[in-house]
Structure formats: C-alpha cells, structure tokens
C-alpha cells in the first residue's frame, strides 16, 4: 500500500494525499514538493525544526538514543579506532582505506598542506588583533582565487582533487592566523609530521622549526597530544544538516565555487549559537569564576527575561545525550594525569553539569552538555589558545562540509536552487 498522508483544509473541506518517503533509519518525511501547486499554502518552518532538505547517505543521528554514525560506523568505533584521516577517508569514499590508501592519503595531505604564496602575502595586509575566524573565511575565499578551476568539476578525480586540497590546508590557515594574531614569524608544514601533529608543531614551534621544553620537560610533541587532538578532528568531522552544512548546500544550490561555499560554512559556524560556542564555553567558565557561583548563573540561565545561557548545553537533535560529549569526557579523564587540566575550570563544569542534569528546567527541556561543553578545557589541557577553538572546529568539520557539498551536487535530482518562500505580514 502507498505510504501517504492527507492533509484536509477546513476553510474549503478540501483533501490532499502527500506521498510518505521513508529512509533507511530515523523518522520518516511526507514529500510537500507539490504543496504549494495543489493547495496555493506554504509550510512554515523557521528554524527548520520539522524539515528534511535533502537525502543524505552520509552521517546518521538518533536525537533520542544519542547515536552518531558516520557512513554507517558508530562515532565510538571510530574515535577509539581509527586516526581521523581514515575518517575522512571513510566520510569522501563511502568506505574505510586500506592500509595502503591510508598511507596514500596522508602522503597527498603532507604534501597539499602548503599555501600558495600569493595566500600568505594576504597576512600582511591584514591587522594582528583579527580573530583567526575571520582569517580563515577570508582566506578560503581567496583560495578560490587560487584555485579557479575547481569552478568546473567533472572527473570523480577532480572532486577528489578540490576535496583533498581544502582539507589539507585548512590546518595551515588556521595555524598562520594564529601566528599572525600573535605577531610570530609563520611557520610552514613540515612533511615529516602527521596531520594533527604537523597542526600542533605550525602553532607551537620557534623559528628555524625548533620546539621548545614545555614546563613537564617535554620538547617533542607528545603521542598522547597528538591522539587527543586527532579524536576531536574526528568528532567534530560532519553533522548532519546542521546549521553551517545547510549553509554551503545552500550555497552550492547556487553554482558558486565550492571553496566559497566552505568558506560560508565557516563564517555561519562562527556564531557562539553554532560553533563558537567552544570558545564561549571557557569564556563562561572563567566569568563565573568558582564552584560558588554556580548557582548565580543557573539561576540567570532559568530566567526567561535574562538572555543568559549556559554556553555548551542544549542542542537542536540530541535530546538525551550528545555521544561526541560522552567521548571527550572520557578523554577528559584520561588526559587528566597526562596534561595539567585545569582543575579549578573543570571543577565549575563538574557542578554545572551535576545541577543541570538534574534541575527541572533543564531536564524538561532536555538540555544537556553537546560537545563545546567538554572540548574547550580539553584544548586548554594542550596548550591551544581560546581563539583557536572554532578554528579548530573549522579544521575537522572541512571534510564534513566538502562531502555534503560533493553529494549536492551528485544528487542531480534534489539539486535545486535553494529558495524558500514566507509569511507576509507586511503592509
Ligand atoms: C553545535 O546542529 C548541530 O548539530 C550543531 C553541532 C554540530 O556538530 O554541527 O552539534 C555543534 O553547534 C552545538 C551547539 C552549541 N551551542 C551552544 O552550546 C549554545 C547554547 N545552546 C543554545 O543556544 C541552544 O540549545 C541551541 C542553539 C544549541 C539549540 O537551540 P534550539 O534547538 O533552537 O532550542 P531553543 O533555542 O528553542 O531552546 C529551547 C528551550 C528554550 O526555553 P523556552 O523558551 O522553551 O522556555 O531551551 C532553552 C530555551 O530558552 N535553552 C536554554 C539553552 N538552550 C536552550 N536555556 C539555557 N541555556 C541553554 N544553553
């Protein structure tokens, strides 16, 4: 039997059946493409709270169980199992690489984490107090400039090439926005150094490329550093449709270059609603500034005439628990004894998270800590600076954009231009 729905308008007693799709997993989706031709209505969905724009093959949530799969693996198997380069791997080709895939695609990102010169003169013309977000979006649209023949994409090898190329340099643009804010001399990739390493040694090394001793006598850069940071690439890696994904489909409705539909996507994550939210976190922490004053602020994050909110809690989907957040808290205590945690910032968390889960407010709304809550004392616990954070984000979601982007524009019969319609209540 056909799987419909009806819907009847009582102004005109008048019946229509709108076919029911149903997916793989997850709820359903009453196909409403002809709504407007058979009834002249809108449907009206601000926010998109009830609205599927697309089918997607890629990542899986489940808002009630707290799942997240990507092509198909639950998030905990790939962050405790395999280095985020093998998840991007997994996200672009559907599959998981070989051994020898994998080492071919760490090679090409060594090779590809190089700006164009032309890009890094860019950073002279721009002023040193410039938070790196705006680097980074800046710098990705001019990446367009550079690479221009991304504009016209036919072989699968083509969309690899334009999807391989953004990933690997986002490390480096991020890095050197760092530098710059610093007023420190850029430091360039050295292709002996893994992803996620390579990123650490752009952001902490000296001139001439030599590290410093850090205070736990450290010089290299650690095993245990280097995992830590890989597992939040991962975990931040693709999201469904969320905001910043819905913004550079949107944008590759259009037909624009695919760099400045990534670049969209990072200025739309920059808000602290979104991704910037990381940065917001310990910008929270350290305001409210002990354990004591906890309650103050869940009081202000209550009050429905104080636009406070408690930074980290709350998500759109995940109604139960967000699994990314269940995985940096584990890694939180593991890192621990590893790296100085900073106790006192962790300490607000802990009695944040302990009232939270628990106060009716929060528990009616289902608001519990999503994944900003944990990752920012976790990128304080390695030395990253605040300003770092999104870009940080930035730096794992890329892939996640570039893939979305890849399965709008190969999915020939949803790729429509993006144009909703509205409610006039003008005059
Ligand atoms: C990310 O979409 C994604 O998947 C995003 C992301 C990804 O990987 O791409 O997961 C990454 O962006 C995580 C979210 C990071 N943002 C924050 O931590 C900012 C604080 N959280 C909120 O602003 C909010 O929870 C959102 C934006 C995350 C979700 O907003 P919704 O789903 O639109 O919910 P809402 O704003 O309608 O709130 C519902 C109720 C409201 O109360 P009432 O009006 O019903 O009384 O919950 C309240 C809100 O006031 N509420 C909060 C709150 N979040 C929601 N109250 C206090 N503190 C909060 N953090």
């Known amino acids: 039997m056909k799987k419909s729905m009806t819907l009847t308008d009582n102004r005109t007693g008048k019946s229509y059946e709108f ?43 489940d808002g009630e169980k707290g799942e997240l799969l990507y092509r198909g693996i639950p998030i905990e198997e790939l962050a405790s199992k395999h280095s985020y380069l093998e998840v991007c791997y997994l996200l672009l080709e559907g599959e998981l690489p070989t051994e020898r895939q994998a080492l071919e695609l760490d090679l090409e990102f060594r090779h590809r984490a190089f700006l164009p010169e032309g890009l890094v003169k860019l950073f002279d013309l721009v002023p040193d107090n410039a938070h790196p977000m705006s680097i980074m979006s800046s710098g990705v649209t001019a990446l367009s400039a550079f690479y221009y023949e991304h504009l016209k994409l036919e072989s699968d090898d083509d969309y690899r090439e334009m999807a391989h190329r953004i990933i690997a340099k986002m490390p480096t643009l991020a890095a050197f926005a760092y530098r710059h804010s610093i007023g420190a001399k850029l430091i360039y990739p050295d292709i002996d150094r893994s992803f996620s390493e390579n990123f650490l040694y752009m952001l902490r090394a000296y001139p001439g490329g030599k590290l410093h001793l850090d205070p736990g006598g450290h010089r290299e850069i650690r095993k245990i550093e280097i995992e830590a940071l890989d597992t939040i690439f991962t975990l931040h890696a693709d999201h469904e449709q969320n905001a910043s994904t819905a913004v550079v489909r949107s944008v590759a409705s259009t037909g624009a270059h695919p760099y400045v539909a990534i670049s969209s996507g990072i200025s739309a994550l920059w808000g602290r609603a979104h991704g910037g939210a990381n940065e917001s976190v310990i910008e929270q922490l350290k305001m409210i500034g002990s354990v004591e004053n906890v309650d103050k602020y869940i009081a202000r994050a209550k009050d429905p005439n104080d636009p406070f909110r408690l930074m980290g809690f709350g998500h759109r989907v995940y109604k139960n628990f967000d699994p990314r957040a269940r995985i940096l808290k584990q890694l939180q205590d593991q890192l621990r004894d590893e790296l100085d945690l900073d106790s006192e910032l962790m300490r607000i968390a802990q009695r944040i998270e302990e009232i939270a889960l628990h106060d009716d407010y929060f528990v009616q709304r289902k608001l519990y800590p999503n994944i900003d809550f944990y990752s920012g004392i976790i990128l304080t616990a390695l030395g990253l600076p605040r300003s770092m954070f999104t870009p940080i984000f930035v730096i794992g979601r890329t892939v996640g954009w570039v893939t979305q982007w890849i399965e709008f524009k190969k999915n020939t019969e949803e790729a429509k231009i993006a144009r909703p319609r509205q409610l006039y209540v003008g005059p």
């Not at 997916?23 to 031709?37: C, E, F, I």
């Open 19 to 61: 076919p029911i799709l149903e997916g793989t997993r997850g709820p359903g989706a009453v196909d409403m493409r002809s709504l407007y031709k058979e009834t002249g209505l809108f449907s009206y969905d601000p926010g998109f709270t009830s609205t599927a724009s697309c089918k997607s093959k890629i990542t899986f949530i």
